[in-house]
């Protein structure tokens, strides 16, 4: 099989003919339909520090993955040739604190070879059904960039039916979450610069547009969520007068060095979520 595998710090992703893997105990093979490029990915290749989580070089980078059940292992039961999945790239990792393992040492890219390949070898444990009616490169981006945005959004955000919600950024991140947030049955608001954006925003269903949200002070956001990547200067404080939640994500494989893993929060008088991934380990994180 055909696979782009990362072999050393400045140099382009390798294509390497490889034998198709066989499933083991527990283990899934799957024929990829679609592979996300995460920034995570690109600095991997460009960057010693983000060199740094992969266990192993060369190793087929790719943990934004969706595909089609070819073969499985010993013991796998819930999965069949044919199945539509996505793999979670974090679903084996252990909790933080926890002696599991970390999440750079079982997601694929990091700790075993992912999806940038033909083929994709995996735990059973790891795989998501994606849905006939879903199609699956949207099935690959929700492994990660849905996962983050969400969690931002909702699990640490705490979205709630009727709140007032901003979404700063309408890039990757930005534009799920403001889908999911209007799905969810609040009101969005979207603060992007871009104003080429500004269609799409209200396409997905966004109430109002602004170039900047400092045009929200005042105005009594429930909840504002941070997508697009800026520190707050140094010169200000660390956190807006409200309360502030801590990093929203729960780990994957999208880590981000100290410089750019940090959201800055809004000075309006709200609640704001720094929009970080959910749980990542990669050394010292929103396409």
């Known amino acids: 099989m055909k696979a782009w595998q990362f072999t050393g710090t400045g ?3 390798q294509l390497a003919e490889l034998e198709i893997p ?3 105990a527990g283990q899934v093979l799957l024929k990829v339909a679609a592979a996300g490029l995460c920034q995570s990915d690109v600095r991997s290749v460009y960057d010693a520090h983000g060199a740094a989580s992969l266990v192993k070089s060369p190793i087929t980078l790719g943990h934004e993955i969706a595909g089609t059940v070819r073969a499985v292992g010993d013991g796998v039961t819930e999965w069949k040739t ?3 999945v996505g793999v979670c790239p974090t679903a084996s990792a252990g909790t933080p604190g926890s002696d599991g393992p970390a999440a750079n040492e079982v997601s694929p890219g990091y700790g075993h070879d992912g999806g940038f390949a033909e083929y994709y070898l995996g735990s059973a444990n790891d795989l998501v059904r994606v849905p006939d009616e879903v199609d699956i490169s949207y099935g690959a981006v929700a492994t990660d960039a849905g996962m983050t945005s969400y969690h931002a959004l909702v699990v640490r955000g705490a979205l709630k ?6 979404i700063i950024g309408l890039g990757g991140l930005g534009q799920i979450a403001a889908r999911v947030g209007v799905l969810l049955g609040a009101e969005v608001h979207v603060a992007e610069p871009k104003e080429t954006t ?3 925003a209200r396409s997905l269903g966004a109430t109002e547009v602004v170039a900047d949200a400092t045009e929200w002070a005042g105005r009594g956001f429930d ?3 941070d997508y697009a990547g800026f520190a707050p200067p140094r010169t200000r404080p660390s956190r807006p007068s409200a309360s502030t939640a801590p990093s929203s994500r729960s780990d994957s494989p999208r880590d981000r060095p100290p410089s750019t893993r940090r959201r800055g929060s809004s000075a309006t008088s709200t609640t704001s979520v720094r929009s970080e991934a959910p749980r990542k380990t990669s050394p010292p994180s929103t396409s």
Do not use: E
Not at 161 to 166: D, Y
């Open 22 to 24: 066989r499933p083991g």
């Open 223 to 225: 909840l504002i969520v």
């Open 11 to 13: 140099k382009p992703l």
């Open 161 to 166: 039916v009727g709140m007032k919600v901003g």
């Open 82 to 84: 044919g199945d539509r």
């Open 198 to 200: 500004w269609d799409m």
